[in-house]
Each structure stands twice: as C-alpha cells, then as structure tokens.
C-alpha cells in the first residue's frame, strides 16, 4: 500500500455474497479517479495473523454479534490500520462511485473534527466518510479494545452522537442515499444503501444459489424504487465486465458461519420505502412538532 496513494477501506462481506458490488464499486473507482487508488477489502477472517482476525467460538480478534452486518464495527479500526498517520476514506461496498475522488480525499477536516462525512448540525453518516487518523487516535479506544467488545460499534456512534463536533459535514452528493431525487448528474457517490433494494440481489442470489449458499440479507427483497439507478448498476457491471474485470478476481476462501444481528424486520430507509401510507393526520402532527435536536447517525 503506497503512503502517496489514496486509500479506500471498504466493508464487505467474508463469504463472497457481494462479489458483484465489489467488482462494480471496484471499477467505478478506476474508471474516474485521477490519482492512484488501493482499496482494502475489510473482511472477517479466520487467519490469526490477520487484522480482520475473529473466532466466534473462542471469542476472540472481532466480536460481531452485535453489528447489523458483517462489517459494521471495522469503519472505527481504519486509523489504527493505518498506524495513525495520514487519510483514510471508508465506505461500503453497496456504492458506486460517479466522480473523482481527489476532492473528497483532500476534504478539509477542522477543528476538533476527526473525520468529514455527510452531515450537518442534526445528522451524519459514517458510512462514506475520510478519516484523520492522526487526530482520531485521541478520541477511538485502542484496537484491542475496539476489537473485543461487542458494545464498541454502538458505543463510538453514542459518542459521536455525544460530541457532534467531531465530524467535519461535507454538504456535497459523495454519499447519495439510494437518489435522493437528485439527477444522476448530480451525484457523485451512490450509496444504494436499502439491504432490502440493492441491485446485486439479482445477480449474487442466484449465483451463491448455484453452490447452495444463501446471501447474509436476511429480510425482505424489493424492487428498488428508482428504475435509473438500478440500470446504472447494470450499466458499470457490464462495463467491468467488458473492461476485463471479473467475479472470481475478488472471491476468497469463505468465512463460514458468522454472528451478526437479524434484519428479518429490517424497515429500509424513507427513500425506498413507501412513505406516504402514513395518514394525512399523522403526516399533519409530525409538520407542527417542535423541531428535533437530537444527533442522528446511521447504523
């Protein structure tokens, strides 16, 4: 790993169920950034020696059992990976990328701030945010504690949540949640983040069927709402496809039986899911309630 490239952590699945969003996101990258890109595929492992490391059995490297997917705790761990020094972007692995990502790496992060992310005053998303890691080894526990707990995950968002000041807002379209009604122009990360809509689905269900293998989702699948985006995704997996990239290019020896929580009642967000079943007096009292002040972070 070059110190002078940029350095892209993504959380992804240990048992090759995202193989598709892997080789999409993956060419997305190459396909718009000007500078040198290395990813690091953030993946569960049984290897000791690996920072990734995790036994269920014996309870030890990463305890998952309470992280709605398999990589939700690793985003905290980037800094350390990275010995506290220089920048680190981290996203998952549902997103493709739509513009160069030389400015979102070279974001200012001021103050107090330890890492820049989608956001402002009431709300962040850490799921496509650049770290600091040199001011973060003030404010994240140290990576034996990070990885031994199986409260961390919760813990740093309640943090976060906490002191607000910690994250640098960027106001720009480098995490678009699922459109957001935005112009495909207009966007420069899609993150397709509904586990529910996510266009893979059509590819990866069928293929980890094949080998009787079932997808770590484990709530309800639906059609996305939005027919462009879901045809932009088509569009870049035949581009890589064409560009010479391929599946088995990302596969690894599967993990196995992993513990994480269910998303059998998982809800989707407001931008997938049919918001306007709520009665016009339910719609009515939420439009005159005080404004709320409370800080809010995605999972």
Excluded at 95 to 120: C, F, M
Excluded at 160 to 182: F, R, S, T, W
Aim: one cysteine or more.
């Amino acid at each position: 790993m070059s110190l002078h490239n940029i350095k892209v952590f993504v959380g992804c699945d240990p048992n090759n169920c995202d193989l598709e969003q892997m080789m999409v996101l993956d060419y997305s990258i190459q396909k718009h950034s000007s500078s040198p890109v290395d990813i690091i595929w953030m993946q569960l492992s049984h290897d000791s020696s690996s920072f990734w490391f995790a036994d269920a059995e014996s309870k030890s490297g990463w305890r998952t059992e309470k992280w709605a997917t398999p990589f939700s705790g690793f985003r905290w761990a980037i800094p350390a990976y990275c010995g506290y020094k220089g920048r680190a972007i981290y996203m998952d692995t549902d997103v493709i990328v739509l513009s160069d990502l030389n400015t979102l790496w070279r974001h200012p992060i001021e103050g107090n701030a330890v890492v820049a992310a989608k956001g402002g005053k009431s709300t962040a998303r850490l799921c496509t945010c650049v770290w600091d890691c040199a001011k973060a080894k003030a404010v994240l526990p140290d990576i034996d504690r990070l990885k031994n707990d199986p409260d961390a995950h919760q813990n740093l968002m309640k943090k976060i949540k906490a002191h607000p000041e910690l994250v640098q807002p960027y106001q720009d379209h480098y995490n678009c949640i699922d459109g957001e009604d935005l112009d495909i122009s207009e966007i420069k990360i899609l993150h397709y983040s509904d586990m529910g809509t996510q266009f893979s689905h059509k590819y990866s269900i069928p293929r980890l069927a094949k080998n009787d293998t079932q997808h770590w989702f484990d709530g309800e699948i639906l059609e996305h709402p939005r027919q462009d985006l879901a045809q932009l995704f088509d569009q870049y997996y035949q581009e890589a496809l064409d560009a010479g990239f391929k599946l088995e290019d990302y596969m690894i020896e599967p993990y196995g039986t992993f513990y994480k929580a269910s998303q059998k009642k998982y809800k989707g967000n407001q931008v997938t899911r049919d918001t306007h079943q709520a009665s016009w007096f339910k719609q009515l009292i939420q439009k005159f309630k005080p404004e709320n002040k409370t800080f809010h972070l995605d999972d």
